[in-house]
């Protein structure tokens, strides 16, 4: 089994860092352009904002407990698992944070574009440094 979990984070590690990537290179008219999207998106489906804080913690957060998860029993030093577990955890704030800054001001701001950049790029180093711990 540990082989197949190795393999899941080595898999999960890799598409953590390409995803991260793609956000840090993001611009801000296309962040924006997303954001637009998002809320035209949430009009029309009539959802609230505890509907969409409540799914984006939700599912952020079963991906970063997957994530964990396969940190954990792919038996790297416990400390490393807790870095990981930190780092998903500020990710997760941050996301909840940039999402009520978005439903209230109804755009993105400059300061919350490079937070998230910031953030991006740090979840990418993390999954970077990961797949080098999981491969060497």
């Known amino acids: 089994m540990n082989d197949y979990v190795l ?7 890799i598409i953590f860092m390409g995803y991260s990537i793609s956000e840090f290179v993001a611009s801000f008219k296309t962040v924006n352009d997303k954001i637009d999207e998002f809320l035209g998106l949430a009009r029309d489906n009539a959802a609230s ?7 984006n913690v939700f599912l952020s957060g079963c991906l970063s407990v997957v994530y964990a998860v396969l940190a ?12 990981i577990v930190v780092k998903l955890v500020m ?8 999402l009520v800054q978005v439903l209230h001001d109804r755009k993105l701001s400059k300061k919350s574009y490079y937070i998230s950049k910031y953030d991006s790029l740090l979840n990418a180093v993390t999954g970077l440094a990961f797949a080098l711990i999981l491969v060497l």
């Open 91 to 98: 990710t997760l704030v941050v996301s909840d944070k940039l």
């Open 49 to 55: 904002e505890s509907d969409l804080r409540r799914s």
């Open 72 to 83: 954990y029993f792919s038996e790297i030093a416990i400390w490393l698992v807790a870095l």
């Open 7 to 13: 393999k899941g984070a080595l898999i999960a590690s």
